[in-house]
């Protein structure tokens, strides 16, 4: 049973192009997130969501935009995709916000601007 | 601008006892220090989570200070399958301060 899913697993695509990245949990968590890992393997926060509500939104370009459907999903949307953005994306949910709690991350998405 | 930093590795052989500590100096009152463990091609995993003093789980121990200005992971006799990337959070997403903000990472390598 797998606990947080991303799709796809690897994404390559043209500068400019517009693309998006889902995720999804099964665990029944009200929080949601979403972290970009660099070429040096430092992890950074981009969004966080609770209860489809956005609580946490660090200094990135408006060219990304999360998107909540519901609770189980924290969708992220990129446009015009520059090769800065070339990373790991990773999602992950938790049940307790206040704290950061337990998070259970996904896979990762690999990202490849070209 | 808050930093979280980690030795960037350590060297270890099967069996010993590691320690990695994380720098946390601009830590806030509402802060929890949580840290995660991430092999190649993996999302980060939980290892273990404290506030103050020791926190201690089947895994791991967690140290941290009075001034909470650093934290100490502790793994007893560490396996092959310990080699990996230990990373510490510091944050608390809620209040007046939403953050969390990783450190920087520590590759450590167990020898046989």
């Known amino acids: 049973d797998t606990a947080v899913s991303q799709t796809p697993k690897y994404l390559v695509t043209q500068m400019g192009n517009d693309k998006s990245i889902k995720c999804e949990q099964n665990l029944g968590h009200d929080t949601m997130y979403w972290y970009k890992q660099d070429s040096k393997k430092f992890l950074k926060i981009m969004f966080s969501y609770n209860n489809k509500e956005l609580i946490i939104n660090e200094t990135v370009p408006n060219r990304f935009s999360p998107k909540s459907p519901d609770k189980a999903h924290l969708n992220l949307h990129i446009n015009s995709l520059e090769l800065g953005d070339s990373a790991v994306y990773f999602c992950?949910?938790?049940?307790?916000?206040?704290?950061?709690?337990?998070?259970?991350f996904g896979p990762g998405t690999r990202l490849t601007v070209l | 601008l808050a930093k979280t930093t980690q030795p960037i590795s350590m060297d270890s052989y099967e069996g010993q006892e590691v320690n990695i500590t994380c720098s946390h100096n601009n830590i806030a009152t509402n802060d929890y220090i949580t840290w995660y463990q991430q092999f190649p091609s993996q999302g980060p995993r939980f290892i273990i989570q404290g506030y103050k003093t020791k926190v201690t789980n089947e895994v791991a121990s967690l140290f941290i200070p009075a001034d909470r200005k650093s934290s100490t992971l502790s793994l007893p006799r560490v396996s092959l399958s310990d080699t990996a990337v230990y990373y510490c959070l510091v944050g608390g997403a809620g209040g007046a301060t939403n953050k969390l903000i990783f450190g920087t990472g520590t590759l450590l390598a167990v020898q046989p």
């Open positions: 992950a949910s938790s049940q307790v916000s206040m704290r950061g709690g337990e998070q259970f």
